[in-house]
C-alpha cells in the first residue's frame, strides 16, 4: 500500500493568485495523478504527472493553468494559476504502480477562491 | 467514450436492511471496475475490485457484462456503512468515477 501526504489540506486564495499542492508518497509508485472534486459533482481527472517529464493532461485541462511537477518517484505538485472563483474545488492526488490496480488517494485539498 | 453511471444521488436504508448501489459502464474494451468509498472525514479508499470477486464489509458486486453493471450489494446495511460510494472504471491506470451515492443507514 501507499500512504500519500497533500498540504496544504486546506486554503482561501483570492483571485488571480496561484497556489501549489504538494503530493508526498511514502514508497515508490509507477503513476502519480491528479483530480478535481468540484462541489457537489464527482472526481475528474486533471493529469497523469510523468516523472521528469511534461504531464499527461485529459481534455479540458491545460499546462498553462495546472502546471504539474514529478521530480521524482515520490513527490508531485500541481498548481492552481491565476485562480477564479470557479476554481474553487478539492483537489485531490493519487498514486498506485503497474503491479497493482488499487489506486491511493490522498486527503485532499480543498481550494476556496475568492 | 468510456462513461460510468450511478443513478441513485442518495440512498436511505434502515440497519438490518438490505442495500444495493447501481452502477452502469459504457466501454468499449474490457472493463476493470472498482467501488471506491469515503466514510466521513477520511481519505477516498478502495472497497472492492470485481477481478478480485471477493467479500469486503460484506459487500459484494457482480460483473455483468450483458447488462454492462457492476452493481454493489449488501443483504444487511450497518450504520457504519453510512459513506459516499463511488463506481469507478480504470483504462490505462486511469479511473473515471460515477457521480457518487450518498448512503445513509438508519437505524
Known amino acids: 500500500s501507499a500512504v500519500i501526504s497533500q498540504k496544504p489540506s486546506r486554503d482561501i486564495c483570492q483571485r488571480g493568485t496561484s497556489l501549489t499542492i504538494q503530493c508526498q508518497v511514502d514508497?515508490?509508485?509507477?503513476?502519480m495523478f491528479w483530480y478535481r472534486q468540484q462541489p457537489g459533482q464527482s472526481l475528474t481527472l486533471i493529469a497523469t504527472?510523468?516523472?521528469?517529464?511534461?504531464?499527461?493532461?485529459e481534455s479540458g485541462f491545460v499546462i498553462d493553468k495546472f502546471p504539474i511537477s514529478r521530480p521524482n518517484l515520490t513527490f508531485s505538485t500541481l498548481t492552481v494559476s491565476n485562480m477564479s472563483p470557479e476554481d474553487s474545488s478539492i483537489y485531490l492526488c493519487?498514486?498506485?504502480?503497474?503491479?497493482?490496480?488499487?489506486?491511493?488517494f490522498g486527503q485532499g485539498t480543498r481550494l476556496t477562491v475568492v | 467514450a468510456q462513461r460510468v453511471t450511478q443513478p441513485e444521488k442518495l440512498l436511505s436504508v434502515f440497519k438490518g436492511a438490505p442495500v444495493e448501489l447501481k452502477c452502469n459502464y459504457s466501454?468499449?474494451?474490457?472493463?476493470?471496475l472498482f467501488w471506491y468509498v469515503q466514510y466521513s472525514r477520511q481519505r477516498l479508499q478502495l472497497l472492492l475490485r470485481?477481478?478480485s470477486r471477493e467479500s469486503i464489509k460484506g459487500f459484494t458486486a457482480d460483473l455483468n457484462k450483458g447488462e454492462t453493471s457492476f452493481h454493489l450489494k449488501k443483504p444487511f446495511a450497518q450504520e457504519e456503512d453510512s459513506a459516499m460510494y463511488y463506481c469507478?472504471?480504470?483504462?490505462?491506470?486511469?479511473?473515471?468515477f460515477g457521480a457518487g451515492t450518498t448512503v445513509t443507514v438508519r437505524a
Open positions: 469507478a472504471l480504470m483504462n490505462d491506470y486511469k479511473l473515471s
Open positions: 504527472a510523468n516523472q521528469g517529464s511534461e504531464a499527461t493532461y
Open positions: 493519487s498514486a498506485g504502480t503497474s503491479m497493482n490496480t488499487e489506486a491511493f
Open positions: 466501454y468499449s474494451g474490457s472493463p476493470e
Open positions: 470485481h477481478i
Open positions: 514508497s515508490q509508485v509507477t503513476m
